[in-house]
Nanobody, 124 residues
Framework: QVQLVESGGGLVQAGGSLRLSCAAS????????MGWFRQAPGREQEFVGV???????DYGDSVKGRFSIYRDRAKNTVYLQMNRLGFEDTAVYSC??????????????????WGQGTQVTVSS
């Protein structure tokens, strides 16, 4: 069973930056794509981005150019670097893992394992 634990959330001022971490329970990056999703109150869960087993990244339109995803294999950790944050970025951010080499990278239904989520709040 894959276990994922997010950390790094908190309060940040608009225009600022924040880095979230997702620690995996084992060496899974060779077999699992690692995605990030977010959900604001009253809204549907939204795809943020993903890094595939091959290291290819893909991002949602709302964060493209501002967010980046990278991983540290030695630490079994994937990171979400968030820059130029705005109020619209306030949400609970969750990392997720799905079996690699599949289509539909942005589809939450294809992700099998999820972390507990971490709150990001952007203030004025």
């Amino acid at each position: 069973q894959v276990q994922l634990v997010e950390s790094g959330g908190g309060l940040v001022q608009a225009g600022g930056s924040l880095r979230l971490s997702c620690a995996a329970s084992g060496r899974i990056f060779s077999n699992y794509d690692m995605g990030w999703f977010r959900q604001a109150p009253g809204r549907e869960q939204e795809f943020v981005g993903v890094i595939t087993t091959a290291g290819i990244t893909d991002y949602g339109d709302s964060v493209k150019g501002r967010f980046s995803i990278y991983r540290d294999r030695a630490k079994n950790t994937v990171y979400l670097q968030m820059n130029r944050l705005g109020f619209e970025d306030t949400a609970v951010y969750s990392c997720a893992a799905r079996r690699g080499d599949l289509v539909g990278l942005q589809m939450r239904e294809t992700y099998d394992f999820w972390g507990q989520g971490t709150q990001v709040t952007v203030s004025s």
